[in-house]
């Protein structure tokens, strides 16, 4: 049996996790999206590259930011075989390019979907999709699914999405997916995103389980990053207690992650062997989350916990429906 993650805790960290789950990184070739320095998609990539992989590319928006996170990883595993590729998901004519670039590249095994935005102020994608839910959810959808006839071809294909505890703030709303209706609700939306990211890995799980696929979905845990750049005074103030006065996080309270730990359970979800037979799991401190009982409330700030909207097949698969047509895609 392949080494397993399942004494991987809130404290492991990112290293730790690819100490152990080294031959399932060996010679594979992985994307990870959204890997800008500061941020966990950075430390996962970093991570991956010190374990051997046959490819690792770092899909982002910035070539800057790439070429940095490039060198800064190269810095530390001179050997690595990194490269990049420019990927906005706010336009879908840039995700098809990425995934044609991805393609051409090699027989992809793992797909890692970390790039996201979180409490936008009220916009639109290039496409016209309110940006939380095109950002973090419709584009790493086409992107996976763009890729999947690639990704099936090999012996153990996987596809992670970084989801967040924010799912618990919004399931989909079904009526006014857009905020059309002018109620925008800026941590709502980012809840809603999160929950479609985590049916979308369950749907995936469903519908191409039988030809080997693994998708997973995971809250990373509350770390330090540039996430929160488009935080209010009041948001942070509905948040104070998890904070110091001047303003950092408070690190004392057990809440928080460091970075190191922040990447640990999205390269468990990316590479332990465990899922195979959990298929469409997610995943918390590296663990499958417990689901939320029926009408029980979550108290505000637990983690470990899946919202049972999230946990809906029928949601899953009316949502995929309605991304295809969303997207004129047919997939
Ligand atoms: N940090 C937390 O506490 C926390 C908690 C729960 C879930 N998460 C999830 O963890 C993931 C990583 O977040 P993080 O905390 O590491 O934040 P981060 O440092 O802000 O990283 C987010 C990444 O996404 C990229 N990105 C944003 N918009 C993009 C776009 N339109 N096209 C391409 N790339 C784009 C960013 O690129 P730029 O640098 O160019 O903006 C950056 O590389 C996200 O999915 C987030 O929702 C984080």
Redesign the pocket.
Known sequence: MAATGDKFTKQTTAQEAVDTLADNIKGRYIVV????P????YETARAIATKEPKLLVLA???QA?LDQAKADILKETPNANVETVI????SLASVRQAAKEISAKGQLDVLIN?????MTPYGKTSDGFETQFG??YIAPWLLTNLLLPNLLKSAHPRVVF?S???HQFGDIRWDDIDYSKGDYDKTNSYGQS?TASILNAKYLAKKFGSQGLTAVAL?????P???GRHLEEGDIAALSSFFNEDGTPNMSLGFWKSIPE?ATTTITAAFDPRWEKQNGAYLVNSQVAPLQKAGEEIPYGTENILALWADDDKSAERLWELTNKLTNENF
Do not use: E, Q, W
Not at 33 to 36: C, I
Not at 38 to 41: A, K, Y
Not at 114 to 118: G, H, K, L, Q, R
């Open positions: 999206t959204g890997p800008s500061g941020g966990i998609g982002a928006r910035s930011k990927l906005d998901l706010d970390n790039a996201a935005v979180m950002t973090n970084v967040s505890m924010g999160k809250h990373p845990g509350a770390i990053t540039n996430l922040g």
